[in-house]
Every structure is written in structure tokens, then in C-alpha cells.
């Protein structure tokens, strides 16, 4: 299988329309891949708070719609990253998008941890309440989002819905750049899966980003890892090894404690 994770800069001089035809473009590009990743946010930025309710779209909206076309032209899975999504009916909410091949909507999922500690994210948007797969040919995904990392409760209910990919699509800070890298091997290492972690690069709203996306098999072994900049990061890996690992070593049969939380498939 083969995925392309695609690490946007998100920089205040670029405007989300001039952004959105620009990934587009990128996404295009990686006809022949089997699964693209962009992160969370990239339209706004993930911590320009101010522009949530400026930027906001319904679903489908023009991020939807060009996604989609993008997903269909180059005949990719397309994790669209996730979007300010408003909905008529409620507050804001973070919401990943994933397009099959033929440019469908395979699934949303709202984000479940919101970051900010009372303010910011946490105060501007509601809080998603399932678990969400999407079975591809290959592998089953497992969707999550930035702060998510930190939880390790959602990963183990993926697993339990069919997770053998975990994907993460983020936003993630500079200056806590170690938590990512060792969250991400840690994760991946105790669900026995591969682990797909997408970030924004650049600075906004004056907060520098991580970069440094990541693959990282079951075993916790890195394939590949991005630098601070824009970047393409493209990477090859065999579904089969979770299956294959979790079978050589069985350490998900021997959990005594669980959390099962509402899951969509």
C-alpha cells in the first residue's frame, strides 16, 4: 500500500481560498497512491481561534467540494485533513473528512478532544461523540485528530471497531514536538497497528508548527519522517504485518480493562 502524507504550511500571507486550490493541486499530484493525508486545520490554521467562525463551512461546503474533486481526479482514499465545520443546528465542530476514489464522502468524524484548556478550541467548538472507521481495500482506518493523541482510550476503541491504521491529522505545536514523535511510536507500538501522522508546517497565529509527520509500523518502527517544512512525505507499507504482528505477539488478547464508546463504521 501506498501513502502520500501530505504536510501543508500554513502561513497568514497565503489566503484559505489561494490554500484550498493549492492542495488541491498537491493532492492531484499523487495519482497512483493509495491513501492521501492532509491535516487538521489547514484552511485556517489550528490555532488561529479567530478565523473558527470567519472560515466555517457547512460539510459540504467549498472544502468538501474541492476535495472531492481532487479525491476523484487523481482516483485516491483522500483524508482530507479536518475543517471548521458549522453546523445549522449546533456550535462548531473540527470535523475530519475522507473521500473514496470516486470523490463520495466515506466519513466525517468530529473531533472528540478539544485542546485549549477552557479557552480556544475548547470553548469555540463542540465535542464529537464517535469512534469512526473507514474500511479501504487494503486496511481498515481508524480516524483521530491533534489533542486525540493524548488519549489512549480512543485508539484502543478503534481497535476493537477493526482499526489496522490508525490515522492523525494535526495541528501540532513546535515546542512540544517530542510528545508527537513519542505519542505517535507509542501508540502505534500498544495497538499493534501503523500509525499515519499528518501536520502542519509554518507559523500562524504566531504559533510555529511541529512538522515532522510520521509513519510508524507495529512494531513502532519509524519508515518515514518528515522535516520542518512543507513537505510531501510519500512511504510504502504491508497491511498485512498488523495481522502478522498482532498474531506473532498476541499482547492485545491478554487486556483485562476496557472502555467502549459509541463507534460509526
Same mark, same amino acid.
Given at each position: ?27 492531484? =499530484? ?29 460539510? =459540504?461546503?467549498?472544502?468538501? =467540494? ?30 475530519? %473528512? ?75 505545536? =513546535? ?19 501503523? %500509525? ?64 467502549? %464508546?459509541?463507534?460509526?463504521?
Amino acid at each position: 500500500m501506498r501513502a502520500s502524507v501530505i504536510q501543508i504550511a500554513v502561513n497568514e500571507d497565503e489566503s484559505v481560498e489561494a490554500r484550498r486550490r493549492r492542495v488541491a493541486a498537491t493532492v492531484r =499530484e499523487q495519482a497512483g497512491a493509495d491513501l492521501v493525508v492532509l491535516p487538521e486545520l489547514w484552511t485556517t490554521g489550528a490555532f488561529a481561534y479567530e478565523e473558527f467562525g470567519r472560515e466555517a463551512e457547512p460539510l =459540504e461546503g467549498p472544502t468538501y =467540494e474541492a476535495m472531492a474533486k481532487a479525491a476523484s481526479d487523481a482516483g485516491v482514499w483522500l483524508h482530507a485533513g479536518s475543517i471548521p465545520e458549522r453546523d445549522p443546528d449546533g456550535p462548531l465542530y473540527n470535523t475530519s %473528512l475522507v473521500f473514496s476514489p470516486s470523490g463520495d464522502l466515506a466519513a466525517a468524524y468530529r473531533k472528540i478532544h478539544r485542546f485549549g484548556f477552557d479557552k480556544g478550541e475548547a470553548v469555540m467548538m463542540g465535542a464529537g461523540s464517535e469512534l469512526v472507521t473507514v474500511r479501504l481495500p487494503e486496511t481498515t482506518l481508524g480516524l483521530s485528530t491533534c489533542y486525540d493523541l493524548r488519549f489512549p482510550e480512543l485508539y484502543r476503541g478503534l481497535v476493537d471497531a477493526g482499526a489496522e491504521t490508525l490515522v492523525v491529522s494535526a495541528g501540532w505545536p =513546535e515546542r512540544r514536538r517530542s510528545h508527537w514523535t513519542l505519542l505517535a511510536q507509542a501508540r502505534a507500538v500498544e495497538n499493534q497497528s501503523f %500509525l499515519l501522522a499528518c501536520a502542519t508546517a509554518g507559523t500562524h497565529a504566531g504559533v510555529p508548527q511541529a512538522g515532522h509527520s510520521i509513519v510508524v509500523d507495529p512494531w513502532g518502527e519509524v519508515l518515514a519522517q518528515a522535516g520542518a517544512g512543507e513537505e510531501v512525505l510519500t512511504v510504502e507499507f504491508d497491511p498485512g504485518k498488523v495481522a502478522a504482528t498482532r498474531e506473532q505477539f498476541p499482547a492485545l488478547k491478554d487486556r483485562m480493562l476496557g472502555l467502549q %464508546l459509541p463507534r460509526r463504521p
